[in-house]
């Protein structure tokens, strides 16, 4: 295939090359215009690469860098869970019922228009300075804009899905779970991908009030009232990771949730003939042996916070601070999901002994 194709789509391994090489070329020209005793670029304006790797470094040791990663990640999460839940509630309401679109239609359309950090200041009057505060900010911050995508979304439902559905006899209840459910929330997952970019944005903002830690305090702290550049640009590049990570889990959750979704892309390649050579045999298999690794040290942490066997007490409460029940919650959910997923694939894989006579 050319590399110049119109919406062509390149082959995995070519891929991940050109990905490669073009991170490669951005830490290269990064390095070549901040090196040197008179760099293109001085070092206050853009540290060089080393000098940020020294400062991610430093940051691990001196200023509990990975402590306020788990701070920050609890209260990004606790915020989109809550952000979630009432986006869709309320946005099924106000999308599917007349009497709701028109008591609150036309005020959730106006609301995305308040000017975030001027509220700052109420939610501060309401909630104090705690985490609750900073978990209801987020979720509000994220809310405004989940809301009308989940009405959009609900308009987008094409009729003839509607009118097959009622010509089949279903009632009211049956056509919102078999038709605007999946349709809605399938679609609904690319958006919450990319409103999580927005999140971490509002999170630098609202960490930096209080005393409960996080990245956006630590950056606050270390990086901007004391002018080092070089610890500012390994958070942010520790920021990029987060979301990077978060994305990829994203991905994943979408083709467990709607696999219907890339039937479409199975199909097209279900045609083609592969050499199956090492990496497709073992690639799948350290896959499901790295998930049910992940089941298993959640559950042993989640335990140990029950019985201390470890020899660290509250490991996990320690780490997401005020946001650990909701974090326990979802590792515990997590966790149980990863292991029936283990053993319901192992069932369709080994035959039983009927279908072998």
């Known amino acids: ?13 070519t891929r991940i090359l050109l990905e490669l090489a073009g991170i490669g070329l951005l830490l290269l020209l990064w390095y070549a215009i901040t090196a ?18 020294r400062a991610l470094f430093t940051l691990f040791a001196e200023n509990d860098l990975l402590n306020n990663i788990f701070r920050s990640v609890g209260l990004n999460l606790s915020g989109y869970l809550e952000a979630i ?13 007349p009497i709701f679109r028109g008591l ?26 705690g985490t609750a505060m900073k978990v209801h900010f987020l979720a509000f911050g994220i809310l405004i804009y989940m809301l009308p995508v989940i009405v959009r979304r ?25 038709v605007y459910w999946p349709h ?6 690319d958006d919450i991908r990319v409103l999580t970019a927005i999140s971490w944005t509002y999170i630098i903002i609202i960490e930096g009030i209080g005393s409960q830690g996080g990245l956006g305090s630590l950056m606050w702290k270390s990086g901007i009232r004391q002018g080092n550049i070089e610890k500012l640009f390994a958070m942010l590049f520790v920021i990029i990771m987060i979301g990077f990570l978060q994305d990829k889990f994203f991905i994943w959750l979408d083709r467990k949730l709607f696999p219907f979704k890339y039937q479409s892309l199975s199909n097209r ?5 592969k050499d199956v050579g090492f990496f497709q045999i073992w690639i799948p298999r350290v896959k499901i042996i790295f998930k049910v690794l992940i089941a298993a040290i959640f559950l042993i942490l989640l335990f140990n916070e029950f019985v201390d066997f470890l020899g660290k007490e509250n490991i996990l409460h320690n780490a997401f601070g005020d946001t650990f029940p909701v974090m326990a ?7 149980l999901w990863l292991l029936s997923d283990f053993i319901f694939v192992n069932k369709k894989l080994v035959p039983s002994k009927k279908n072998s006579n």
């Open 1 to 13: 295939m050319s590399l110049f194709q119109l919406r062509g789509i390149l082959p995995t391994r």
């Open 154 to 178: 609900i308009d987008d439902v094409e009729e003839v899905y509607l009118k097959t559905a009622y010509t089949l006899g279903a009632n009211n209840f049956q056509t919102i779970r078999t």
């Open 36 to 53: 040197g005793a008179d760099p293109l670029v001085p070092g206050g304006i853009l540290p060089s690469p080393n000098k940020v790797v």
């Open 104 to 129: 609150f239609h036309r005020p959730i359309d106006a609301i995305r228009f308040v000017p975030l950090t001027g509220v700052i200041g109420l939610f501060i009057i309401w909630w104090g300075l």
């Open 329 to 335: 919650l979802m590792m515990l959910a997590l966790s």
């Open 184 to 189: 809605v929330m399938s679609k609904f997952s």
């Open 85 to 97: 839940i009432i986006s869709v509630v309320f946005g099924f309401l106000i999308g599917l019922y």
């Open 269 to 273: 390649n279900s045609g083609i003939l």
